[in-house]
Structures are given as C-alpha cells and as structure tokens.
C-alpha cells in the first residue's frame, strides 16, 4: 500500500504460538516519522470478533529457530572482482588489393570477448550482498524509531494467535494514517 507519507509492504504467517507480521516500511515524506508496533493490532473479523494485540520481543516464548539464509547460485566470480579481460593479438587477414591500406599497416587488436562470469560476476556478488542485508534485516523485531526520508526499516512484529480466525485486518497506525490488510482463510 502506498501514499505520499509510507510504502507499505506486509506478510503474514503462523510461527509457533505466534502470527508474525513481516513488515517493510518506507517514508515517502521529506522529513523524520515515528513508527511503533506497540500500535499494531490484528482485528479477527470473523468467524468471531476479537483484537489480538501486539506481543513484545520480550515476551516470546518457545518461538521456532530463524532457517539458514536463502543463497544466490554461485558462479566463480561472485564475490570477487571480475578478472581484467586481457587484449589478445590477432594478425589480419590478407587485405591485398583492398584500398586505402598502405602495406604492413598495423591494425588494432580485437579484445578477446569476455565470459559471462566476467561480465555478470561483481554485480552477482552485489545482490547477494544486498540479499543478505536484507535477510538479515527482516529477521529482526521492529523497533520504536523514527525513520528518516527516503528510508525503509524493515521486520518482525508478532501478534498472539487465534487459531479459528477466517478473516482478519491487519492495522497499522503510522503517524496519523491508518493502514489496514485484510486476510481471508486460515493463517
């Protein structure tokens, strides 16, 4: 959901006793806006209504194990710098008769063609780079912050869990807007 103020990007899902929230907030404003999940609440529409609030990271309990980080495929050069492509030699064909041409005139070497390791290796290990920063940021909490223009944060809030609910409303507060995600089936 998008508008002049937030970007913002929600996923649901069931961890343990939990229902996580994978948040991605981005401020759209020219200036600082505060963000706290102490805000954030799920509305349980049906099949019976019910608030279930906002669980603090240090009230989790018996939560499961983060999984190992998804990796890119891995060529040679990712991760590294791309070797420099080297300038081979090549002799030119015999052009005689052709115009123009004073004989044993030197013609320029042709590059030799790069592979595409070479071509696609540093910008391989760039988004694997950025895919572990974010990664590593959305297995994070979501903190009281103030997020700075043109910044995103980005992570977990948790929510207690209610294990009948067919529809529920995700809202979130966030500097006087209220952004609302409907979910329908089982979570």
Do not use: C
Not at 35 to 57: C, H, N, Q
Not at 92 to 104: E, F, I
Not at 153 to 175: D, E, H, I, T
Not at 178 to 183: G, H, K, W
């Amino acid at each position: 959901m998008e508008t002049k103020k937030f970007t913002v990007m929600v996923s649901l899902s069931n961890e343990g006793r939990y229902t996580r929230a994978d948040v991605s907030i981005t401020n759209n404003a020219g200036y600082p806006q505060h963000v706290s999940p102490e805000d954030f609440r799920m509305e349980v529409v049906g099949p019976k209504t019910k608030v279930l609030l906002y669980v603090a990271p240090q009230e989790l309990r018996d939560l499961p194990l983060p999984g190992p980080m998804p990796t890119l495929a891995a060529s040679p050069a990712v991760g590294k710098k791309a070797k420099a492509v080297t300038v081979a030699s090549v002799q030119p064909p015999d052009r005689k008769g052709v115009t123009g041409d004073a004989p044993g005139a030197a013609v320029p070497a042709m590059p030799a063609k790069p592979s595409i390791d070479e071509l696609y290796g540093p910008a391989k290990g760039e988004a694997a780079l950025t895919s572990a920063a974010d990664w590593e940021a959305a297995q994070r909490h979501l903190a009281v912050s103030n997020i700075q223009a043109n910044e995103i944060v980005r992570g977990r809030v948790y929510f207690q869990k209610a294990p009948k609910a067919k529809q529920v409303n995700l809202v979130l507060p966030l500097a006087g807007s209220v952004f609302e995600f409907p979910y329908s089936g089982k979570l």
